[in-house]
Every structure is written in C-alpha cells, then in structure tokens.
C-alpha cells in the first residue's frame, strides 16, 4: 500500500506546483526525486488524458451508430411511402384510362343520337306538341 502526501512547486505548462513529497509504504521507501512526481504528474496527467480520449471516441462511435440507424429507418419509411404512392398513382392511371374510353364512347353514342336523321325520326314520332299558340290568357291551341 503507497501512502503519499505532497506539496510542493512544480512548473507544468505555466502552472506553478510546488512539492514537499512523503512516501509511506511498507516496503523500501521510494526515492523522492522531483524527476519521479514529475513522472507520476504526467502518468495521472496523459491517463486521465487517455480517459477522456477514449471516452470520447466510444461517444463519437455511439453517435455515428444512432445517426446510422436513424438514417436507415428513414430511408426505409420513405421506400414505402415512395411504393404506396406509386400504387396509388397507378391506380389513378388505370381509373383514368377506363374513364377515357367511357367518354369516347359515350361521346360516339351522343354523335349518333344528335345525327341529323336520328333528330328528325325523333321528331316525327314524338307524342308530344312542337308548336305552342297562345293567342290570349283564356285559350292556349297546341298544333301538331
């Protein structure tokens, strides 16, 4: 077991530390060189660095896997939104395209029913009157 106790100056990149070192072990004292904390300061010191490093590159590697994941899920939603609207647009193609032979058809049968012989057979056997006289308010004459 190391027991140490420290004070003293120490100049570590304009930090002033000043170092009065004990060391207290139950075996052979270690020897008290400034050489030695300086060590031990910079061991603690890139350790602690080291940490911190590698900290944050497991948090940089979390980050990436999360934002790939979340790119990966909207890829995926956008994939099937892109399929359920191409279903539907072709569907709507189809409704059109039956649509637009119904009006031709129904513009040819509306051609033939406008045909002049068609009007005038139309005409001629109609039951009803063609022509209205209304000579005043108390007699109304229809003429065939």
Same mark, same amino acid.
């Given at each position: 077991?190391?027991d140490? %106790?420290?004070e003293?100056?120490l100049d570590l990149t304009?930090?002033?530390v000043?170092? %009065?070192?004990?060391?207290?072990? %139950?075996?052979?004292? @270690?020897p =008290?060189?400034?050489?030695t904390?300086?060590?031990?300061v ?11 490093t590698?900290?944050r590159r497991?948090?940089?590697?979390a @980050?990436?896997?999360?934002?790939r994941?979340?790119?990966? %899920?909207?890829l995926?939603f ?11 647009y072709? @569907?709507?193609? @189809?409704?059109?395209r ?6 031709v058809?129904?513009?040819?049968r509306?051609?033939?029913l406008q045909s002049?012989s ?6 001629? =056997?109609?039951?009803?009157p063609?022509?209205l ?5 108390s007699?109304?004459s229809?003429a065939?």
């Amino acid at each position: 077991m190391l027991d140490t %106790n420290w004070e003293g100056s120490l100049d570590l990149t304009g930090i002033a530390v000043t170092c %009065n070192n004990t060391y207290t072990t %139950n075996s052979t004292p @270690a020897p =008290t060189t400034p050489n030695t904390v300086l060590s031990e300061v910079e061991m603690v010191w890139s350790n602690d660095k080291l940490r911190k490093t590698e900290r944050r590159r497991e948090q940089n590697r979390a @980050a990436q896997r999360t934002y790939r994941e979340r790119r990966e %899920n909207q890829l995926r939603f956008l994939e099937t939104q892109n399929a359920m609207w191409q279903e539907k647009y072709e @569907a709507l193609l @189809a409704t059109n395209r039956q649509q637009k032979v119904q009006l031709v058809a129904l513009n040819r049968r509306l051609a033939t029913l406008q045909s002049p012989s068609r009007v005038k057979s139309t005409l001629s =056997t109609d039951p009803r009157p063609t022509e209205l006289n209304i000579g005043s308010t108390s007699q109304v004459s229809i003429a065939n």
